[in-house]
């Protein structure tokens, strides 16, 4: 439903729940479950309540508010990161843009099974789901754009197995900075899309009135 059909009421109420949701998942981001010695961090469901925005109210109003978010994290997060030591100005906006701005914000594609799958605790868990591999491809092009650098310190200074060392030996360095990023980033992003995606099933299953909220069904015209 567009936000020029909806009365003065809904729009204050959708706005008010987005103001909301966007404080705790800034909130959440904070709360580290697990944070790995190398980089990264896996945090408590921090991208749940903008996934449940985008289930609710659509993508694009998903888009929108994961934008918002990623714009908050670049401001909380930005100016104490490592990742941007030694970063041209072109490369900081290329790694803000790539990062942050977009990585936030495909977070709220999670509504993208809500027409195609009828049961709404399979189609918000996998709309996560997929929500959340998009941001990690996003952390991917960017970790090899701008960080592959680190693959030889990662695999044989962190790491140091025989492993690691078959690694560093046969592959290129442009594949070792491929398979840096792909390793690094999922560390932390495939164990946040497992927690994230069962959290939002147990949410949308077993929480009635959020349930409803979110699977509502509006038969005014788009």
Known sequence: MSTNSLTRTEK?????????????ATV???????????GGS?????????????????????????????ILQAVLGAAVSQAFAGQGAASVAAILAIDYLFAFSVTGLSGIFKNRISNHTVSFALGTAFAIFLRYIAHIVSGYIFFRSYAGWFFSDFMANSFSAMLTEKCSPSLLGFLYSVIYNAAYML?????????????IA????????????????K
Do not use: N, Q
Request: hydrophobic fraction near 55%; charged fraction near 15%.
């Open 206 to 221: 077993f929480i009635g009135p959020v349930r409803k909220e979110m699977i509502r069904l509006d038969t005014r015209k």
């Open 191 to 203: 164990p946040e899309l497992v927690i994230t995606s069962f959290a939002a099933a147990l949410v």
């Open 42 to 70: 896996i945090t408590a469901c921090s991208m749940l309540p903008v996934a449940m925005l985008g289930y609710t109210y659509g993508m694009k109003w998903g888009l929108l508010s994961g934008l918002v978010h990623g």
């Open 12 to 24: 204050t109420k959708r706005l008010a729940l987005s103001g909301v949701m966007l404080a705790l």
């Open 28 to 38: 959440l981001s904070f709360v580290k479950v697990f944070e790995w010695p190398f």
